[in-house]
């Protein structure tokens, strides 16, 4: 079950971690890393959807009116409930050898192909942003996990914007690029 997050339960979220808007950035990033490495413990395919799902969650719940006085171990519980319901979802999709099309679909060049002509749109999209929201998109996603909290820090400082906002924004760059890069790939394989 996939819960959407809204901007209003976000904001209750934020304001139940702390009262100061950028400690509670904070926490809320420190939260979401334990949940991440809750799912990474346990071989979760998908560690930070999973972990963002239980944010999802909780936030949904504060903005029900539900009091919570310990948040850590409440999303301890929901990650818990996250984590067997992916379980039950995988064992669903299991299916015998015999139904399983041995038969490859695309061949080993094919897939280069298509992974080549990403990242020349990749490229090309990039490009085509101005320089600040390049600068922006490649900041942002530019570090491994552990150095990226710093990384997002100063990067938001310099541009004089809060993490929230940082994040928003970084989240509208992205889809704009994955939004382009597809188009580029569908132009590029109709040619």
Same mark, same amino acid.
């Given at each position: 079950m996939r819960v959407e997050l809204t901007a209003d339960a976000f904001s209750k979220l934020l304001s139940c971690l702390d009262s100061d808007r950028e400690r509670a950035g904070d926490r809320y990033e420190e $939260?979401?890393?334990?949940?991440?490495?809750?799912f990474e413990w346990r071989r979760a395919a998908f560690a930070e959807e999973q972990a963002d799902e239980v944010l999802n969650r909780l936030a949904k719940r504060l903005q029900e009116g539900v009091v919570i006085s310990n948040i850590g171990g409440y999303c301890h519980e929901i990650a818990r409930l996250v984590y067997l319901e992916s379980l039950r979802a995988s064992d669903s999709k299991r299916t015998s050898l015999d139904?399983?099309?041995?038969?490859?679909?695309?061949?080993?060049?094919?897939?280069?192909?298509?992974?080549? $002509?990403?990242?020349?749109?990749l490229d090309d999209c990039l490009r085509?942003?101005?320089?600040?929201?390049?600068e922006l998109i490649i900041g942002y996603y530019h570090d491994a996990k552990r150095d990226r909290i710093e990384r997002r820090k100063g990067l938001a400082e310099r541009l004089g914007l809060n993490r929230e906002a940082l994040a928003n924004r970084a989240q509208r760059l992205r889809s704009k690029l994955e939004q382009c890069v597809a188009r580029c790939v569908t132009k590029k394989l109709t040619i």
């Open positions: $939260l979401r890393q334990v949940l991440i490495r809750f139904e399983v099309n041995v038969e490859p679909t695309i061949d080993a060049t094919e897939d280069a192909r298509q992974k080549e $002509l990403r990242l020349e749109c085509a942003l101005p320089d600040a929201n390049r």
